[in-house]
Nanobody
């Protein structure tokens, strides 16, 4: 299983970006998927996750600004980030859970993408 994240870049505060993560393999639709991020000098933290059925969970820091979705026909998940803040600057990683549910715990994920850098300027 391989995960390829893309869509990062430089954006001004208040702007938007959409990240994508494409997953290899035939069983994508059976698994929960998530996004995490790691800012410089900080630990990796949970951002958002989506169940196999489409249910979603979010970190409090991004609720109302970020949405997560999936397209099972394309083996892809998306993270739409709106109203970006400087503190959203980080490397964003997508990951696949070991089961069908979404989770905010890194321990629930067994495959990770390489990360894509999001930089929000003031």
């Amino acid at each position: 299983v391989q995960l390829q994240a893309s869509g990062g870049g430089l954006v001004q505060a208040g702007g938007s970006l959409r990240l994508s993560c494409t997953v290899s393999g035939r069983t994508f639709s059976r698994y929960g998927m998530g996004w995490f991020r790691q800012a410089p000098g900080k630990e990796r933290e949970f951002v958002a996750a989506i169940h196999w059925s489409g249910g979603t969970i979010f970190a409090d820091s991004v609720k109302g600004r970020f949405t997560i979705s999936r397209d099972n026909a394309k083996n892809t998940i998306y993270l739409q980030m709106n109203s970006l803040k400087v503190e959203d600057t980080a490397v964003y990683y997508c990951a696949r859970t070991t089961a069908s549910y979404a989770s905010s715990s890194m321990n629930a994920y067994d495959f990770w993408g390489q990360g894509t850098l999001v930089t929000v300027s003031s």
